[in-house]
Nanobody
């Protein structure tokens, strides 16, 4: 099982980035997917989740109007489009996979995790 996250980098406040997470080793279309982030010295926090079908999403309130999560099951990939980035969005972003939609923001519910990609937003 592998989750390969990419797309992180350095961007100025107000800018955009698109993170990708490509999965292998399991049936991607049967897994709900989530993104979490962890800033230095802080606990891991939920960012967004998308159901296996792509028909349901859930966002942390602070990103709801700025981030969009989507998936392409044919490509085994989930995308996190991040717009209007703020310095407080700076963190390592991790994608994760799970089965079941209950409590999508609970990291303990996720079975598989990627290695993370660093997003740095400068002011």
């Amino acid at each position: 099982v592998q989750l390969q996250a990419s797309g992180g980098g350095l961007v100025q406040a107000g800018g955009s980035l698109r993170l990708s997470c490509t999965a292998s080793g399991f049936i991607f279309s049967r897994r709900d997917m989530g993104w979490f982030r962890q800033a230095p010295g802080k606990e891991r926090e939920f960012v967004a989740a998308i159901a296996s079908s792509g028909l349901k999403t859930n966002y942390q309130d602070s990103v709801k109007d700025r981030f969009t999560l989507s998936r392409d099951n044919a490509k085994n990939t989930v995308y996190l489009q991040m717009n209007s980035l703020k310095p407080k969005d700076t963190a390592v972003y991790y994608c994760a996979a799970r089965t079941g939609w209950q409590y999508p923001s609970t990291w303990e519910k996720y079975d598989y995790w990627g290695q993370g990609t660093l997003v740095t937003v400068s002011s």
